[in-house]
């Protein structure tokens, strides 16, 4: 029979989306299934989900949500990934129904603890309405981290759930879910549990700590990034928390669904490509120069570009110490992106001052994101930090060399090129400053003149495979071995 798994996460591609997660939750189910496991998913009912004709059905009617004192009813809605695996929606207007996720460009929502709570707590008890003996809760970031703490303080004795094991990804450490003490009654969970081996942290309570601490396993999304956070570098002060679960931590390299992000197929471009057949891939650069309405001079001289959140995990502010130079050296460059405000300026006028050569795209713009990956030479993610990162290895599909920084996920993917032996896949540099990124960005723009090199990186780029299915059999091994644990 078919293992039974509950996916829960605050975002899901197609339904809605910010970042990775969303692409991550949307094709390891689908990966899953491949292997015999039967995922359900669950996600809020946001307005955009709402509006976004998905032809969702209603399934359950005020089914009843139980947080300490209150009781919420909530309706769930039905809608499929694919044929095989049902997405179900947890809807509360008051909780859901706004324009963002988290919150506005200026500030996150202020009842963020009580609204995740809340889908938390949901998600439990929409498990128990559908009756089903789930074998693993799989639960994503610090959205979700508080089901495996209402699992045990509430349904250790339930029958469908007394053998349910819980496995946490943390996809990325810098969002933790911290709140105010004061917030701790509306998690509707024991008073015990505010305490420094569970959910307390500095004073203030700390969802993803309290996911750590309480799931039976702890995943994170590439082996470079597992060994990361368990310095004080990277572990934003869970560190300790996280060394102390080494033994149940696993780094499993994400896996991108090529049936997306493969341009020889993309919808969102203007001519096709492969790697025996590039052609397309100038078409498509040529469309990406008019969209950004930049010279097509730039037909022969380097395009780079980025696809991003703006946020401060992802380098910009080295970025945008080499923007000068990289236009001297004549280059071109494209960023699309949303986030923290004082990047959105600093981009938008850094492209004033370089009006021929620099297209800057402040939105969330997916079929921009895929012209993007096409239509440039060479893909920018000088990250900070990067727990897997998703677009570098768009890019390597697309033969769109990227530069990244020697963190984390980039670390594990990409592979440094030798231009005597005319190996790697892409330009890593190691220290976080921008002298270091201009070297990496230096060494890819003297490859580029070389075009046989350059074509053979391209193609090289184009030849590597991550798709799931290495990585969804290693989650399948430990959905396997937790059962029996
Ligand atoms: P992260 O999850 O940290 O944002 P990833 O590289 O894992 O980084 O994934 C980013 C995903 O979000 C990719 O699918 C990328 O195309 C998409 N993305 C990011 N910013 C935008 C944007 N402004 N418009 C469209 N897609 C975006
Ligand atoms: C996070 C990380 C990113 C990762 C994605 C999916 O948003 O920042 O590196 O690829 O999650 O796991």
Redesign the pocket.
Do not use: I, M, W
């Given at each position: 029979m078919a293992m039974k798994v509950l996916f829960a996460s605050s975002e899901l591609a197609p339904f809605a989306?910010?970042?990775?997660?969303a692409?991550v939750c949307g094709s390891l189910p689908k990966a899953l299934l491949q292997w015999g496991v039967a995922p359900t998913l669950v996600l809020p009912l946001y307005r955009s989900v709402t509006e976004g004709g998905w032809g969702l059905e209603l399934v359950i009617e005020g089914l009843p949500v139980v947080m300490g004192q209150s009781e919420f009813r909530t309706d769930i809605y039905r809608g499929w990934l694919t044929e095989e695996i049902p997405v179900f929606f947890v809807q509360r207007d008051e909780f859901f129904d706004r324009t963002y996720l988290y919150g506005t460009p200026k500030e996150d929502y202020f009842d963020n603890a009580q609204r995740f709570a809340f889908f938390s707590r949901a998600v439990i008890a929409l498990g128990e309405a559908l009756s089903i003996r789930w074998r693993i809760i799989h639960c994503h970031d610090w959205q979700t981290a508080l089901i495996p703490l209402y699992l045990k303080a509430f349904y250790s004795n339930h029958p469908l759930f007394t053998r349910t094991k819980t496995i946490f990804t943390i996809?990325?450490l810098g969002y933790q879910g911290i709140f105010p003490a004061e917030t701790f009654p509306l998690l509707g969970l024991p008073s015990r549990l505010f305490s420094s081996d569970i959910l307390e942290f500095w004073g203030k309570i700390n969802f993803l700590k309290g996911g750590i601490v309480s799931s039976d396993q702890v995943t994170t999304v590439s082996p470079t990034y597992a060994k990361e956070i368990q310095t004080p570098e990277f572990g934003y002060g869970l560190e300790e928390v996280l060394r102390a679960r080494a033994d149940e931590l696993v780094g499993i390299l994400n896996g991108v669904d090529y049936s997306e992000w493969d341009p020889e197929g993309d919808p969102h471009l203007v001519a096709h490509y492969s790697r025996d057949g590039l052609q397309g891939k100038r078409r498509c650069k040529e469309d990406l120069l008019k969209t950004f309405q930049l010279s097509q001079d730039l037909m022969e001289r380097p395009l780079l570009g980025m696809?991003?959140?703006l946020a401060e995990?992802k380098g910009l502010d080295i970025l945008c110490q080499v923007v000068d130079k990289l236009m001297a050296a004549g280059a071109g460059l494209v960023i699309?992106?949303?986030g923290q405000q004082k990047y959105e300026r600093l981009l938008v006028q850094l492209a004033r001052r370089h009006p021929q050569q620099m297209g800057v795209r402040i939105?969330?713009?997916?079929p921009?994101?895929h012209k993007i990956e096409a239509g440039c030479d060479m893909f920018l993610m000088p990250s900070r930090y990067?727990?897997?990162?998703?677009?570098?290895i768009?890019s390597m599909k697309y033969g769109t060399i990227p530069i990244v920084r020697h963190t984390g996920g980039l670390a594990d993917t990409v592979v440094e090129v030798n231009p005597k032996r005319g190996s790697g896949t892409g330009f890593k540099f190691s220290t976080y400053h921008p002298d270091a990124l201009w070297e990496a960005i230096e060494k890819a723009l003297s490859c580029f003149a070389d075009k046989e090199l350059w074509l053979r990186l391209v193609q090289q780029a184009m030849s590597q495979d991550f798709s799931w299915s290495r990585s969804a059999r290693q989650y399948l091994k430990l959905y396997r071995r937790r059962r029996r644990g």
């Open positions: 989306k910010t970042g990775g997660l692409d996809h990325n696809v991003s959140r995990q699309l992106g949303k939105a969330f713009d997916e921009l994101a990067e727990p897997c990162g998703l677009s570098q768009y």
